[in-house]
């Protein structure tokens, strides 16, 4: 895989990785760990929540108004 960056990327990465002692690369992969753990956490909450809804919909409805 080959990430292109604009300049301004570029040197914002290079610059947090030099500020944490770490290659660009590192960086760039503890970003995409993030970004995936993130999304993930995301769409759990997400589907807690349908569920809820799902079992509980006219409970939370009565309770609304």
Do not use: K
Not at 11 to 27: F, K, N, P, T, V
Not at 42 to 61: C, P, S, T
Request: aromatic share 2%.
């Amino acid at each position: 895989m080959t990430l292109r960056l604009t300049d301004e990327e570029h040197e914002a990465l290079r610059d947090r990785a030099a500020l944490e002692g770490i290659s660009m690369q590192e960086a760039a992969r503890r970003a995409v760990r993030d970004y995936v753990a993130s999304r993930d956490r995301r769409d759990r909450i997400d589907a807690a929540a349908e569920l809820v809804i799902e079992r509980h919909g006219e409970a939370l409805r009565r309770l609304g108004e």
